[in-house]
């Protein structure tokens, strides 16, 4: 095409295609190129020149051209948690182009892309050109994942172009308690105003170590719960510990069954446990029900004997 008709108040967009005009160059080396673009009626009474200037760049200096920014390059949580990192891939090579993303993790561990604000997983993503696109990669660490420090490669690759961006997560372990007794059972009986004691076994289930357990009590009014030791100090992963629980019921305590709740309080983990505490009669007064009862049927045996007489 050599010209083409405008009408009046329009405009036309054409596309300029432009290539060595010999057949031996392959590869332009290099370098900054200028044209001119002149446009003109058939009259020459309107002229119009615009200059172009192309900029061809090696392959080494378009891959400068690409970049993949995060705010938060390290990421720290639980090992149960999943992460995800907010990656800026930016496209400055001056051609769109689709990026291909790769991330290189430790055994184990998944990985996968998404665009920013999406649920879908991708492997690659168009980007246009001097732009910029989000995308987030979330990384999930497998279900036996000890504490520590993990690192991550994100690679964007286009044809011309790659990026690379280094990456870290910092696993503080998982937490968890497991509380019992040695028998397994919840229940012991006591008497009023009596102590009476039960071994709570806590056992660190999580995978990392609990720096400090606590307890506390909730019981019925007057009564009192003491533990020997009050807590306990470095409770590694998978460690068991004990403590001596002593209940002493309140003295007005009617006979029955009451519950004692203690709550084992770890850094990041809390378990509860009900206990069952039968009062049971004093065994003096045992003894004293015995003897009234022996003293009535001596009572009515005496009262039939001598009515038997008569």
């Known amino acids: ?16 295609t432009g290539k060595p005009a010999s057949k031996e160059i392959k590869k332009l080396p290099p370098g900054t190129y200028r044209f001119t673009v002149q446009a003109r009626t058939a009259d ?11 900029n061809v760049v090696s392959a080494e200096k ?5 970049s993949i920014d995060t705010s938060y390059p390290t990421l720290r949580g ?3 948690d999943k992460f995800q990192f907010s990656l800026d891939v930016r496209n400055d090579t001056g051609l769109d182009a689709v990026f291909n993303f790769r991330a290189t993790a430790p055994p184990g561990w998944e990985t996968s892309f998404k665009p920013a604000y999406e649920s879908k997983q991708i492997s690659s993503l168009q980007i246009a050109a001097n732009s910029s696109k989000t995308v987030e990669m979330e990384v999930t660490p497998p279900f036996n994942a000890q504490a520590g420090e993990f690192d991550f490669k994100v690679e964007a690759q286009s044809p011309k172009a790659k990026a690379e961006k280094e990456l870290k997560v910092v696993l503080t372990g998982t937490y968890g308690l497991k509380v019992g007794t040695p028998s397994g059972l919840l229940s012991l009986v006591a008497e009023r105003g009596q102590m009476a004691s039960i071994t709570l076994l806590v056992q660190n289930k999580g995978s990392a170590a609990q720096r400090e357990v606590k307890f506390n009590a ?3 009014e ?19 510990k004990q403590t001596e629980i002593t209940i002493t019921p309140a003295e007005q ?3 029955g069954d009451y519950s004692v709740s203690v ?19 004093a065994s003096a007064w045992g003894w004293i029900g015995v003897a009234l009862i022996v003293a009535v049927i001596l009572a009515l045996a005496a009262t039939f004997r001598v009515f038997g007489r008569r």
Request: proline share 4%; aromatic share 6%.
């Open 44 to 54: 020459g009474a309107l002229t119009q020149t615009s200059a172009i200037i192309v």
């Open 62 to 66: 378009a891959a400068e051209r690409v």
């Open 218 to 220: 909730f019981k019925p």
């Open 1 to 16: 095409m050599s010209g083409l008709f405008v009408a009046s108040k329009e405009d036309q967009t054409l596309t300029l």
């Open 253 to 255: 305590a009617l006979v």
């Open 263 to 281: 709550q084992t309080e770890g850094e990041k983990a809390n378990q509860d446990t009900e206990f069952r505490v039968t009062i049971r009669a």
């Open 78 to 80: 639980p090992s149960g």
């Open 222 to 240: 007057n009564w009192k719960v003491e533990f020997k030791p009050e807590k306990l100090e470095n409770l590694d992963a998978g460690a068991v």
